[in-house]
């Protein structure tokens, strides 16, 4: 069984999860969460993103499922090794000096390239009939530049540093 899911519903449904681990264990089913969508690890971009999430939920969320790891260790995956690819937008419009300190910080701290970040990150999609493209649009306008367009979407991140971690 493969699991996507938000970070603060993991949360929710905590004693429930180590509920269907126990089960699992009995009748040797594998629970792979496959996809959590943590997106960012600074409270600026996740309030962007409108993700309803903080970075503390965040980290709490990978502080139970590390804790469960180790009771269910045949049972429960959530490893990128073991097939996981948790969301992790980068690079966004919204980073920065700061935002790129605050996310490193969390990073090395909570050891997140061990288990938790994919290998290569995601940059936003902003297609080009929403808000977003609407504010990039200007930004081109305003600084004169015009960012590639890939289908419906605007490239805007070809012409960013991507490197994070």
């Not at 045949?74 to 980073?95: C, Q, R, S, V």
Request: aromatic share 8%; proline share 4%.
């Amino acid at each position: 069984m493969t699991l996507p899911l938000r970070a603060d519903y993991l949360l929710k449904g905590l004693s429930a999860l180590e509920e269907v681990l126990a089960t699992a264990q009995k009748k040797e089913v594998r629970i792979l969460l496959s996809s959590i969508g943590f997106e960012s690890f600074d409270d600026t971009i996740l309030k962007n993103l409108n993700k309803g999430v903080t970075r503390q939920v965040n980290l709490t969320t990978i502080q139970a499922i590390r804790e469960l790891k180790p009771k269910y260790p045949a049972h429960l995956g959530y490893f990128k090794e073991e097939g996981a690819n948790h969301g992790f937008i980068h690079p966004t419009p919204w980073d920065n000096e700061n935002t790129a300190y605050e996310t490193h910080k969390m990073v090395s701290m909570y050891k997140l390239s061990l288990d938790i970040l994919p290998n290569h990150s995601t940059p936003l999609i902003i297609h080009h009939a929403s808000g977003l493209a609407d504010w990039i649009r200007q930004i081109e306008l305003k600084e004169n530049v015009e960012f590639d367009r890939v289908g419906t979407t605007i490239g805007w991140w070809q012409t960013r540093d991507q490197s994070l971690l």
